[in-house]
């Protein structure tokens, strides 16, 4: 573990990570008006009767997204909602991909989850509802929550491949036929590299992507993620080609670990809103300027510099907006809840170390909220504010 957390902190001290404060401390209300009306001797020697908790008598329909990076704090925010009051579904209980999650959560058959991926997920709002509304239009988003800019993405390449055959960008790879052919598994022409599952939104956002540069020559596989992602860690410590997506905060970087076996790839064309394959809210698939906040020493690039061709993502809970309305104090302390990414990224290599359990996540996240329990109160005290 410990090599796990060096190498975590390595990583995050080149990422372009916003870290929210978590606000000042509270004011305490020993004043001397205070005193003086305890030294009152016709003050009420009986103790005042404490003020419910705002989340008494309700409950939240809590979901959570189909991948694991995103399950610990996911549930460290179910228990802190379960701290003020809140009767919470477990999570595990609605674990959606995002088309269908925020289908869920427009139609108010879930409250709240804490995995929507900016700006890739407003794709998802602009699917149409029967009542003539659109799926954001019954949504809130729940700006400055969880990790905003946390969410670094980008493609991994082999490292000793990329380094003996001059590889510094997938535009160039897809240009020369000595590069992509290496890379053509199946004979079809076409060079592969490993993508994202279905419905996980990266997956259209990359073939977008693909249209957008006019990389003919590759193609993305599609699979289940951990299943591509053992065979791409297969082929990259044996040093042969190969390529596949991730992103931070997770456990795959902690094995993939780039700069030693892997390198970030860049990417010289960034798809804008143009929104090539005309999908439906394709226009948010913009990927802006890309992250450029990488060194040489984890990411590969041409003249022009390094470019993972991706936007950092904002990591934030999104809320049926009816609910949120009725919940104040829960949107508050969504938004004030804000665990550092190192600490999300560590608890991916406890979870990924343990038998994957709903009952590992459980124990992963009590123990980190008893490890930070001051920076939980905090967020506490902001929400009940």
């Known amino acids: 573990m410990k090599l796990s957390k060096s190498f975590w902190l390595a990583l995050i001290a080149i990422l372009a990570v916003f870290a929210a404060s978590c606000g000042s401390d509270v004011e305490g209300s020993t004043d001397a008006g205070a005193s003086d009306a305890a030294a009152d001797d016709s003050a009420d020697d009986a103790p005042a009767e ?13 979901g959570r997204a189909n991948w694991s990076s995103g399950y610990v704090h996911a549930q460290i925010l179910h228990d802190l909602l379960e701290e003020i009051g809140y009767d919470v579904s477990s999570p595990d209980a609605l674990e959606f991909a995002p088309d269908l999650g925020y289908q869920a959560m427009a139609s108010g058959d879930m409250d709240l989850w804490a995995n929507s991926w900016y700006p890739g997920h407003y794709s998802w709002h602009a699917g149409d509802l029967t009542d003539g509304t659109t799926i954001g239009d019954n949504l809130t988003v729940v700006e400055g929550s969880v990790m905003p800019g946390g969410g670094l993405q980008g493609m991994l390449v082999t490292k000793s491949w990329a380094e003996e055959n001059g590889v510094t960008s997938l535009d160039g790879i897809n240009a020369d036929e000595a590069l992509w052919s290496q890379l053509d598994s199946d004979g079809n022409g076409k060079g592969e590299f490993y993508g994202c599952p279905e419905d996980w939104t990266c997956d259209d956002i990359m073939a977008s992507q693909i ?29 042969d080609p190969a390529i596949i997506y991730t ?8 094995q993939a670990i780039p ?12 798809l804008d809103d143009s929104n090539p394959l005309g999908k439906e809210g394709g226009e948010s698939y913009d990927q802006g300027e890309g992250y450029t906040g990488l060194g040489a020493d984890t990411c590969l690039a ?22 949120g309305d009725d919940n104040p104090e829960a949107v508050a302390l969504s938004a004030a809840f804000n665990p550092p990414l190192i600490d999300m990224a560590i608890a991916g290599v406890d979870l990924n170390a343990s038998d994957g359990s709903q009952a590992a996540v459980e124990e992963i996240a009590a123990k980190w909220i008893a490890d930070n329990r001051d920076l939980c109160d905090e967020w506490i005290a902001a929400a009940l504010g």
């Not at 404490?50 to 809590?62: C, F, R």
């Not at 041409?302 to 609910?323: F, Q, R, Y």
């Open 50 to 62: 404490e003020a419910p908790l705002p989340g008494e008598g309700k409950s939240v329909n809590m």
């Open 211 to 239: 249209a957008f540069a006019g990389w003919d020559n590759l193609e993305q596989t599609q699979a289940g993620y951990d299943a591509m992602f053992a065979e791409f860690l297969t082929k990259a410590q044996a040093g």
């Open 302 to 323: 041409p003249a022009s510099g390094c470019n993972t061709g991706w936007e950092a993502a904002d990591i934030l809970v999104t809320v049926n907006k009816a609910w």
């Open 247 to 254: 992103w931070t905060p997770t456990a795959y970087l902690a």
């Open 259 to 270: 700069g030693e076996t892997t390198m970030w790839l860049t990417m010289e064309t960034i």
